[in-house]
């Protein structure tokens, strides 16, 4: 494969992490892809059609339970959630409040897309460095959400 690229999802990790402690046997998988999934990557140029995407198997005492997802883009210092309406929002203009991606009955599997045809130089972005974190919460205990340690990593040069 070529560098930073691999034919296979980039990230795969269990729910090691949460906001509170809370233990979970979630896996999450994700990737990113300029070749419609036949080959994985971070390193990609201004001009590719980027899809970033992934997959939740749910922790199965959480399956069946209202709850909502998640999606984070980290930029240096700025935290950017992903509304339901599909718009990265900067979370300082709504300081301390997560707000969901996605708001359902989870299920086994839950397949998050996070960006379709991402050209960034269409946005006049020659350069950036993006970390994506998907997670979820239950609506019975909102504050709390399981989600992976390693990021997906987007790297625009």
Not at 39 to 52: A, Q, Y
Request: overall charge negative.
């Amino acid at each position: 494969p070529l560098p930073g690229s691999s034919p296979s999802p980039a990230t795969r990790a269990r729910a090691t992490t949460t906001l509170h402690g809370s233990i979970s046997n979630a896996i999450f998988t994700g990737g990113i892809t300029a070749t419609d999934g036949q080959k994985f990557g971070n390193l990609f140029k201004s001009t590719d059609s980027v899809d970033i995407s992934a997959t939740i198997s749910i922790d199965s005492y959480h399956q069946g339970r209202p709850g909502f997802i998640v999606v984070a883009a980290v930029i240096d210092e700025q935290i950017l959630l992903l509304d339901e309406n599909g718009n990265f929002i900067d979370t300082k203009t709504r300081p301390g409040i997560i707000f969901p991606a996605i708001r359902k009955t989870l299920e086994s599997e839950e397949q998050v897309e996070i960006i379709k045809n991402l050209v960034a130089a269409e946005l006049g972005i020659n350069e950036i460095t993006v970390d994506f974190v998907v997670g979820y919460g239950l609506d019975d205990d909102p504050d709390e959400i399981f989600y992976h340690e390693t990021p997906l990593n987007l790297t625009i040069q």
